[in-house]
T-cell receptor, first 112, second 115 residues
Framework: DTGVSQDPRHKITKRGQNVTFRCDPI?????LYWYRQTLGQGPEFLTY????????KSRLLSDRFSAERPKGSFSTLEIQRTEQGDSAMYLC??????????FGSGTRLTVV | AQSVTQLDSHVSVSEGTPVLLRCNYS??????LFWYVQHPNKGLQLLLK??????LVKGINGFEAEFKKSETSFHLTKPSAHMSDAAEYFC?????????????FGTGTKLQVIP
């Protein structure tokens, strides 16, 4: 499969716990994006990497959120001390030269 | 600043009839425009994209869209709806050159196809 892979597909966690999601982009894509999508809304931009460098962060990305892409390949998104408002679908996308984005199937987070 | 407005949050059509999903955008630069489809509990799939080439863009599954600069529109159409087209559709504008492309999603249009 040469698409964008996200793991896990679903995550249920208790409020206050930490969670980490993983995204494996298309191998030749140097750009990787994280988006958050809440019910009834379009995806909202969280952060962007070009290779291993995190070049842009949305104000939506509070101090509890951190994203890494240590070797310019896969990326992780960690949420610390989860809150119920963090419940959403977290989408990862990758692209080459910014023309068209390939999205993964997302990780659905439910904070109870 | 760029923005995207999807004029209808829900569209309902009968199977076999035409589909029209409307999108208007604003952009300070020459934008790239995309339509994505999202089936329930799935990721987003690219339907088609406009990147300053032909103004009529053909995509997958029989969809097409026409870029109209004078109307700042990029409406998505399909001549004949199929049951499998029932999904949510997002219009996306992207601007920037070379480096980071700022991407803005519309709020989505849910397409219902009635048998």
């Amino acid at each position: 499969d040469t698409g964008v892979s996200q793991d896990p597909r679903h995550k249920i966690t208790k409020r206050g716990q930490n969670v980490t999601f993983r995204c494996d982009p298309i191998s030749e894509h140097n750009r990787l994006y994280w988006y958050r999508q809440t019910l009834g809304q379009g995806p909202e931009f969280l952060t962007y990497f070009q290779n291993e460098a995190q070049l842009e962060k949305s104000r939506l990305l509070s101090d509890r959120f951190s994203a890494e892409r240590p070797k310019g390949s896969f990326s992780t998104l960690e949420i610390q001390r989860t809150e119920q408002g963090d419940s959403a679908m977290y989408l990862c996308a990758s692209s080459l030269a910014g023309v068209g984005y390939t999205f993964g199937s997302g990780t659905r987070l439910t904070v109870v | 600043a760029q923005s995207v407005t999807q004029l209808d949050s829900h569209v309902s059509v009968s199977e076999g009839t035409p589909v029209l999903l409307r999108c208007n955008y604003s952009s300070s630069y020459s934008p790239s425009l995309f339509w994505y489809v999202q089936h329930p509990n799935k990721g987003l799939q690219l339907l088609l994209k406009y990147t300053s080439a032909a103004t009529l863009v053909k995509g997958i599954n029989g969809f097409e869209a026409e870029f109209k600069k004078s109307e700042t529109s990029f409406h998505l159409t399909k001549p004949s709806a199929h049951m499998s087209d029932a999904a949510e559709y997002f219009c996306v504008v992207s601007e920037g050159s070379g480096g980071y492309q700022k991407v803005t999603f519309g709020t989505g249009t849910k397409l219902q196809v009635i048998p």
